[in-house]
């Protein structure tokens, strides 16, 4: 069916790594982005994807695959203050307008110490 | 950084009631949003509203849902008469639409309570 599907929860430990993946399936496509959700606050966008590849952006990387209707964030070096919700949304384009953000239900990433 | 507030952050009314949300987006923005967060789901689009406009929405907005931005002020949802399942957290977002359209400043939300 359509939608965005995502891991509800993810575990990992500080100075490591955290992968979070993200598949979807909509009529159309206009690029998918990421965003941080702490409890209670705003999202915050953090990446902005529509290539398929790797994009660097320091702390975090993220991946696209079209074909594969996929995408992970890539989350290094974990800190402590790297845990909360982390978000993937779609812009689908079956909407008219092409700038509906469908989201993902989030994962939600704990580190420990 | 740029900032949407939305006011109030927290709102009780009874069932059937009218409830306005208002949103002040980023001030050189052009496209507006909602979305419903019910606690522990996921953020559900509801509209978006551009050049005074409906340009989008999906199959929550409900016929009680309306939208407008009158004379450039807040941007607001009001929802006429209200249910239940209405309760939610209710998040404004805003995009300038130019080069940075794909990058969504988000409210911290208005949380409805219908009793």
């Known amino acids: 069916g359509q939608g965005v599907e995502q891991p509800a929860k993810l575990m990992s430990v500080e100075g490591t790594f955290a992968r979070v993946n993200c598949t979807y399936s909509?009529?159309?496509?206009?690029?998918l982005s990421w965003y941080q959700q702490r409890e209670g606050q705003a999202p915050v966008f953090l990446s902005y994807?529509?290539?398929?590849g790797l994009k660097d952006s320091g702390h975090f990387s993220t991946f696209l695959s079209r074909s594969n209707g996929y995408s992970y964030l890539l989350l290094t070096e974990l800190q402590i203050k790297d845990s909360a919700s982390y978000l993937c949304?779609?812009?689908?384009?079956?909407?008219?307008?092409?700038?509906?953000?469908?989201f993902g239900t989030g994962t939600t990433v704990s580190v420990s110490p | 950084g740029p900032k949407v507030l939305q006011i109030p952050s927290h709102q009780i009314i009874d069932m059937g009631q009218m409830v306005t949300l208002n949103c002040d987006p980023v001030?050189?923005?052009?496209?507006f949003y909602w979305y419903k967060q019910i606690l522990g789901q996921q953020m559900e689009f509801l509209v978006n509203?551009?050049?005074?406009?409906?340009?989008?929405k999906s199959k929550l907005f409900k016929d009680q849902f309306s939208v407008e931005r009158p004379d450039g002020s807040y941007f607001t949802l009001k929802i006429q008469p209200t249910a239940l399942e209405d309760s939610a957290v209710y998040f404004c977002?805003?995009?300038?639409?130019?080069?940075?359209?794909?990058?969504?400043?988000f409210g911290h939300g208005t949380k409805l309570s219908v009793l």
């Open positions: 509203f551009y050049n005074g406009k409906v340009m989008e």
């Open positions: 001030s050189n923005h052009l496209y």
């Open positions: 949304a779609v812009r689908d384009g079956g909407y008219q307008g092409g700038r509906a953000l469908i």
């Open positions: 994807v529509v290539l398929d």
């Open positions: 977002a805003s995009s300038s639409g130019t080069g940075g359209h794909e990058r969504l400043f």
């Open positions: 909509t009529s159309g496509f206009n690029g």
